[in-house]
């Protein structure tokens, strides 16, 4: 089943336009949403979530339509948002368990057997009855994941689910999102190029509203492949740099910066070319819309 979103806008009643035409076919298999902050990702996320309406555009998963079927979408959908309160005094295993109640899994047998499934597949069972008031931030995002696993959801989102974690945390909770499998749709929404270089199988790019790009990793990768290239400046030179060439990134390596430069054509002066990378893509194309 995929997801298939067309033409979706919408602008809030400050006059900010979040989503600008965006349309979107998502496989199933882990989706990597990129784009800076502002760009509309959670707004497109809430949408996709049921969780706001658009101004206009359509969304379908399968045969369901989103922005009519509403009920029908929570029943498969597990959301994880950017943030989101737990109530520090309970335990997990009584907040998972709340959740269970919420989500429709009336049968206590069959809730405890997923409670402790979940607990056990997100690394928490050693932790279960400890006041989440403690837990580390990678302990409330896994716990947060366990919320939206529970009832076999078809269609998961999840809104910068590694921000603010530390790099062990964070290779956890991204490993566990890779174990969820091909057979559903995963949006993992980010501004952390490293993670769907990672683990996404398809991304795309937005960028004030709109899709600047979309496609494997791979591909997005080839199609830059011979244009992006390389130089140390001086930081007195930095200023012409920047005038004459179209420059994507610049970064200080060792007290000097190293500038990367999109080209289509051939460049002397000193720039050599590099076999692009991901960031390369996202930078070019965060540049290009400014
Ligand atoms: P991202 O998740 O990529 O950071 P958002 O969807 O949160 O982007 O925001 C997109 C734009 O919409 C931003 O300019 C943001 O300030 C604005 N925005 C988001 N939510 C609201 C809201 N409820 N009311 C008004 N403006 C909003």
Redesign the pocket.
């Known amino acids: 089943m995929e997801l298939v979103i067309s033409n979706l806008s919408k602008t809030?009643s400050?006059g900010?336009r979040?989503l600008d035409s965006i349309s979107l076919t998502i496989p199933q298999g882990m989706f990597g949403l990129l784009?800076p902050?502002?760009?509309?990702?959670?707004?497109l996320m809430r949408t996709i979530a049921t969780l706001q309406e658009p101004d206009s555009g359509s969304i379908a998963f399968g045969d369901v339509d989103v922005l009519k079927q509403k009920e029908k979408v929570r029943q498969i959908l597990g959301y994880l948002p950017q943030e989101f309160g737990l109530y520090p005094n309970l335990s997990a295993e009584t907040i998972l368990d709340h959740f269970a109640v919420l989500k429709g899994i009336t049968n206590s047998r069959e809730r405890k057997e997923q409670v402790q499934y979940l607990l056990n597949r997100t690394n928490l069972l050693e932790n279960k009855k400890k006041h989440v008031g403690g837990f580390s931030g990678g302990m409330k995002q896994r716990l947060g994941i366990a919320i939206a696993l529970l009832g076999n959801p078809k269609l998961i989102i999840v809104d910068e689910p590694t921000a603010g974690l530390d790099p062990t945390e964070r290779h956890r909770f991204l490993n566990l999102l890779s174990e969820l499998g091909e057979n559903i749709v995963i949006i993992l929404s980010t501004h952390i190029v490293d993670d769907v270089r990672e683990l996404c199988s398809n991304m795309a790019i937005i960028n004030k509203g709109k899709v600047a790009l979309s496609g494997s990793p791979e591909s997005v990768i080839e199609n830059v492949s011979g244009k992006i290239w390389k130089r140390f400046v001086e930081k007195h030179e930095m200023q012409s740099i920047t005038d004459n060439y179209s420059v994507i990134s610049t970064r200080m390596i060792a007290g000097k910066p190293l500038v990367h430069v999109y080209s289509d054509e051939q460049l002397s002066d000193g720039f050599i070319n590099i076999e692009p990378d991901l960031e390369d893509v996202y930078f070019h194309q965060i540049s290009m819309i400014q």
Not at 37 to 43: D, E
């Open positions: 809030y400050n900010v979040a784009g902050n502002g760009a509309g990702k959670s707004s």
